[in-house]
């Protein structure tokens, strides 16, 4: 039986995580969950500890010491499940925009048509976000093409945050030379399986922004990104990319 872990970062989530928690140990597969949360002020990680006594066996909490970036979560995540037999790690927010249901979608996508990297992917057959103010969507949405003209990945949502990854893509990756510490991270982790010619999938999804809670999107996340990109692409150019 193969087994998979969602990682989930969290930081001031505390109106989304226990519902995000109990919706997905329903689902008909079975998944853990590991919750790194950036110690919120909120109290999202007590809540957590809460649900440790309900579901000790399969929910999972990583604490860090203050707000270290998105990117740098996931990195912590992805060593914690890579130090436990996990066959499939999976990325997803904590605010259910995206659906937990696509989950198995993703898990699919990896397990029984083989690829390697899932993607839960926006912009695969249109424009398939919900609520989102029409300049985030346009920002997003040139990003990933402009993330897509500059890299070469022949991929429609560069950016997204919910994603499978088979065990041996992250342990192909060396994690502790991730560059990016905040959303530009997600562009970094699929650059680096695409260039070590991993098969990357997408599957159209539909992201939902978050009803609760607010995001962490900010101009500093942004321009790394912008000019992340172009120097990921010269370095990876030159051969100087370390994968
Ligand atoms: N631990 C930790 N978690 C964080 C941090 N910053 C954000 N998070 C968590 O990361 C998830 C995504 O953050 P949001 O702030 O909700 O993201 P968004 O604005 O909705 O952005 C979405 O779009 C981006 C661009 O397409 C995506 O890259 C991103 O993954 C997400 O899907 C949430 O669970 C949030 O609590 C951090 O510094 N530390």
């Not at 957590?48 to 860090?64: G, M, N, P, S, Y």
């Not at 037999?85 to 048509?113: G, Q, T, W």
Request: aromatic content about 12%; overall charge positive.
């Amino acid at each position: 039986m193969t087994k998979g872990i969602i990682i989930v970062p969290t930081f001031n989530e505390i109106e989304n995580i226990e519902r995000l928690v109990r919706n997905i140990f329903s689902l008909q597969r079975s998944f853990h969950i590991l919750v790194v949360d950036d110690n919120s002020p909120d109290g999202t990680a007590a809540r957590v500890r809460t649900l440790q006594a309900e579901f000790h066996d399969k929910l999972f909490l990583e604490e860090r010491t203050g707000k270290l970036g998105l990117g740098t979560a996931y990195i912590h995540g992805f060593k914690w499940a890579l130090e436990r037999d996990y066959d499939f790690i999976f990325e997803m927010d904590a605010d259910f925009s995206h659906n937990p249901n696509d989950l198995v979608r993703l898990y699919n996508a990896c397990k029984r048509e083989d690829a390697d990297v899932a993607i839960g992917s926006r912009y695969i057959t249109g424009v398939n976000v919900i609520n989102w103010p029409m300049n985030r969507v346009l920002m997003s949405w040139l990003a990933s093409k402009y993330v897509r003209f500059i890299t070469g990945m022949e991929i429609h949502d560069t950016t997204a945050g919910f994603v499978c990854y088979k065990r041996e893509v992250l342990e192909s990756i060396d994690l502790d030379n991730i560059q990016f510490v905040g959303y530009a991270f997600q562009i970094e982790m699929k650059f680096k399986a695409y260039l070590l010619k991993f098969k990357i999938k997408e599957v159209p999804v539909i992201f939902t922004d978050r009803t609760r809670g607010t995001s962490k999107m900010s101009g500093s996340i942004i321009s790394e990104a912008v000019f992340g990109v172009i120097k990921m692409k010269i370095k990876s150019l030159f051969n100087r990319i370390k994968l």
